[in-house]
């Protein structure tokens, strides 16, 4: 069956580094999304993605972050300069259609030191 | 913008017993409703879907739920709790057109006790 990738797994930085988070969604999907989950708390939306463009962003999604698909099967989340607070787990997800069922990574867990 | 509630944080239930996990949306248009399931250090998986067919909707592992559009509720429930079960559920709602992003519930940790 087919799943969605991410890598790395756990991912640690210092404070005002870069960090490109990867993921390869299933492969006719057409919509992705960033959502990060702090610990403990709840699953928040970040970006979505298609047609090449981001079609909706949340607050949280501010000029630090950006999205891009490089090519035919990665999606990638760049943070340009991590703060503490941005230490969560990322999960990448995609869907073959809007408003049908998200299928999530396992997630990236990303520290900020 | 759409919305979700659940009510209750974590639910304790014995094992056998009945599982209840209370989910309330707001949604301006005719909303998409999902229950996933998160296992410790796992991403989420889905557990059902009510995309405007069955009002009552049979998924995985034994669970199902009930749309009830007067009550804006789409409660999950499972007659006999397992050990396996024990998780954290959320309850998402796909709603507004544009990016059809899908907001999630905070969350309903479940403990199944022996």
């Known amino acids: 069956e087919p799943e969605v990738t991410q890598t790395p797994s756990h991912q640690v930085t210092q404070m005002g580094q870069e960090v490109i988070l990867r993921c390869v969604p299933i492969s006719n999907h057409l919509y992705f999304y960033w959502y990060r989950q702090i610990l403990g708390q709840k699953v928040e939306f970040l970006v979505s993605f298609y047609n090449n463009e981001i079609s909706e962003k949340s607050e949280i999604f501010d000029d630090q972050f950006s999205v891009e698909r490089p090519d035919g099967s990665n999606f990638t989340l760049k943070i340009r300069s991590t703060k503490l607070e941005d230490s969560a787990m990322y999960f990448c997800a995609s869907s073959q259609e809007g408003r049908k069922t998200l299928y999530f990574g396992p997630g990236t867990r990303l520290t900020v030191t | 913008a759409q919305s979700v509630t659940q009510l209750g944080s974590h639910v304790s239930v014995s094992e056998g017993a009945l599982v209840l996990l209370r989910c309330n949306y707001s949604?301006?248009?005719?909303?998409?409703l999902f229950w996933y399931v998160q296992y410790p250090n796992q991403g989420l998986q889905l557990l059902l879907k009510?995309?405007?067919?069955?009002?009552l909707v049979k998924g995985i592992n034994g669970f199902e739920a009930e749309f009830k559009k007067s009550e804006t509720s789409f409660h999950l429930t499972k007659p006999s709790a397992h050990m396996s079960d024990a998780a954290e559920y959320f309850c998402?709602?796909?709603?507004?057109?544009?990016?059809?992003?899908?907001?999630f519930g905070a969350g309903t940790r479940l403990f199944v006790k022996a």
């Open positions: 998402a709602v796909t709603g507004e057109a544009g990016g059809f992003k899908t907001i």
């Open positions: 949604s301006s248009v005719p909303p998409y």
């Open positions: 009510y995309t405007s067919a069955a009002t």
